[in-house]
């Protein structure tokens, strides 16, 4: 189905219909600045390019690249040797890395003029009062509380390595979000992160960045990966990537991010500033993004239910007609309900690629338990003399479960089905992490910005979509029973 799909995405070009290149970005303002400079150095070029903004972290967006779901993205020399090419000398050059990229159809820039190297990070106080000026001062401060990004705890350029190169074993790590990471440091709530070189907030929070005295970390050069074709099929994109290599320093970059981070100006807007471009105005109103967020969000909600509305009420009949099997039913659908539900997004990229189909996918898997379990409980709680009164009619067995037992075990189906659909709402906020869009858009942006308004535009319509499906569903299992049953309920 992919490969189809694919094929006729392909043909659009000859039908005469023009797909817009795209371009990704990751989970912090850095990449997403990068990838607006990107996009308007290319409509400046007069070519169409659409962004697919913070797509997670550096595996959905290599991912995404090598399926062909998105044209290019801003990355770091350091994470592809270290992190995406396990091959490679650590100290590889970009020369080196085209020769490695290219056998992938990836094409990558010449440096774009800046380093973004990773660090270690202290409040300027905390650290002058331990003494702390290295990275291996830290091994004679156990009880120091570290605090390090998601990402940087399990990348092969993070926590690990660091820990091992300088013989650290402190008593207290947790991991975070990067943009939260500042806040909790700033609180006392941790004493020391991982930074970015170019991060605004280093020089806000007055933070001392540690010496990396042993060299761990590589070089970090910004640079854009992009797919090797589009150097036939877009030769006019290719040269806007390479346009903008050496024309970004550092001092510009800390500058570009301070203006999005600290000073709330949005990203497009700090691009085309940068580019020299005219602003392209505010943007779309809160009502009409809200609009906008609240259709992606119910096309993926109701979209995955009705799937798995289709798929789990037959497996719950087959679970109570033979009970062996029905065993083997619920407990695969328990296991599918145990997987993170970040983690399930993510499988469903290699399949399905970014975008919708990947998160509808993972709805899908996630709404099958609750309703073949009722279905499953509601068929076995049948009274055993009902069911073998309409044996004993002589009806057979399709027609006794369409007359009598499907109906008598209906509000515990549609228990289940309330149950994954207050699910489904909510865990579809992080579709936005693949390119899905829904509530999860603004909360993820508002949470790297640390902006509570952004935050509060996506969670509190989330809120009350999951209380108006709850009371929905209620207002339909009261429909479905009898008035008279109703009455003995109050009773």
């Known amino acids: 189905m992919r490969g189809l ?7 659009l070009p000859v039908l005469g219909v023009a797909k817009p290149l795209r371009i990704g970005s990751k989970q912090f303002t850095e990449s997403v600045i990068l990838a607006e400079i990107a996009r308007g150095e290319a409509h400046r070029a007069g070519l169409d390019v659409e962004h697919r903004r913070e797509l997670g972290g550096t595996a959905i967006l290599w991912s995404a690249l090598r399926h062909g779901d998105i044209d290019a993205y801003p990355e770091y020399t350091g994470t592809l040797t270290q992190e995406l090419l396990k091959d490679v000398a650590p100290d590889a050059d970009i020369k080196a890395l085209r020769a490695r990229l290219a056998p992938m159809g990836i094409g990558i820039t010449d440096s774009l003029g800046f380093d973004d190297n990773y660090a270690i990070g202290m409040r300027e106080q905390r650290a002058a009062e331990l003494g702390i000026r290295r990275i291996s001062d830290l091994a004679a401060h156990p009880d120091l509380h570290y605090g390090f990004s998601n990402e940087f705890m399990d990348r092969g350029d993070g926590w690990p390595g660091l820990r091992q190169r300088y013989g650290l074993a402190p008593t207290h790590v947790q991991g975070l979000d990067h943009a939260l990471s500042y806040r909790a440091l700033a609180s006392g709530a941790v004493d020391l992160t991982d930074l970015y070189s170019t991060d605004a907030e280093i020089a806000y929070y007055h933070l001392r960045v540690l010496e990396d005295d042993r060299h761990y970390f590589p070089s970090y ?9 589009l150097e036939q099929q877009a030769p006019g994109f290719v ?58 969000h119910v096309s993926l909600a109701a979209s995955s239910l009705a799937l798995a509305v289709l798929f789990a009420i037959p497996l719950g009949i087959v679970a109570a007609r033979w009970r062996r099997l029905g065993l083997w039913v619920i407990g695969l659908t328990g296991v599918l309900q145990t997987v993170p539900s970040l983690a399930m997004f993510v499988f469903m990229i290699p399949l399905f690629g970014i975008g919708a189909w990947p998160a509808l996918a993972a709805l899908f898997l996630y709404s099958l338990l609750p309703i073949v379990r009722n279905t499953h409980a509601g068929l076995l709680g049948i009274p055993l003399e009902l069911r073998e009164s309409a044996a004993a009619l002589g009806l057979p067995w399709l027609t006794r479960l369409h007359r009598v037992e499907l109906p008598l075990a209906a509000r515990s189906i549609l228990a289940g089905i309330k149950t994954a659909s207050v699910i489904n709402v909510g865990t579809a906020t992080l579709a936005a992490l693949i390119g899905a869009g829904g509530y999860g858009q603004p909360i993820l942006t508002g949470i790297r910005l640390n902006d509570v308004g952004l935050i509060l535009e996506g969670a509190v319509p989330a809120a009350l979509l ?15 029973t009898p008035r008279g049953l109703r009455i003995v309920a109050r009773e």
């Open 5 to 11: 799909l694919l094929a006729l995405l392909a043909l």
């Open 221 to 229: 050069q910004a640079v854009f990966l992009y797919r090797l074709s």
């Open 239 to 296: 040269a806007a990537l390479q346009g903008l290599v050496g024309k970004i320093d550092e001092p510009a970059m800390r500058r570009m991010n301070a203006q999005a981070k600290l000073e709330g100006q949005r990203e497009a807007d700090v691009a085309a500033h940068f580019l020299h471009l005219p602003s392209e105005g505010q943007g779309d109103g809160f009502w009409q993004r809200l609009l906008q967020r609240t259709a992606e």
């Open 466 to 480: 999951a209380i108006l499906v709850q009371l929905l569903f209620e207002g339909v299992e009261r429909w479905l």
